[in-house]
C-alpha cells in the first residue's frame, strides 16, 4: 500500500483514471478523442502512458 503512493506505473488503463489522478474518466475520453493522449493498443486491451498524461497536466497547470 505505501509503494502505491510513492510510485507511478508505466502505463495505466483507463478504469484507474480517478485512482491516479482525481478526475473523471469522461473527461480523459475528451482528452483521448482530441488526440492530446494516445493510447497503446495490445489486442482488446487500451493502454496510455503515464508520462504523457503527467506531461499534459503540467502543462495545463504552467498556463
Do not use: C, H
Not at 3 to 27: A, H, M, Q, Y
Not at 40 to 55: C, F, N, P
Amino acid at each position: 500500500m505505501e509503494n502505491e503512493n510513492k510510485f507511478w506505473p508505466i502505463t495505466f488503463r483507463r478504469r484507474d483514471i480517478p485512482r491516479l489522478f482525481g478526475f473523471n474518466v469522461r473527461s480523459f475520453d475528451t482528452l483521448v478523442n482530441q488526440g492530446k493522449i494516445k493510447p497503446i493498443v495490445m489486442g482488446s486491451l487500451k493502454l496510455y502512458r503515464t508520462d504523457e498524461m503527467l506531461a499534459y497536466l503540467s502543462r495545463k497547470q504552467v498556463k
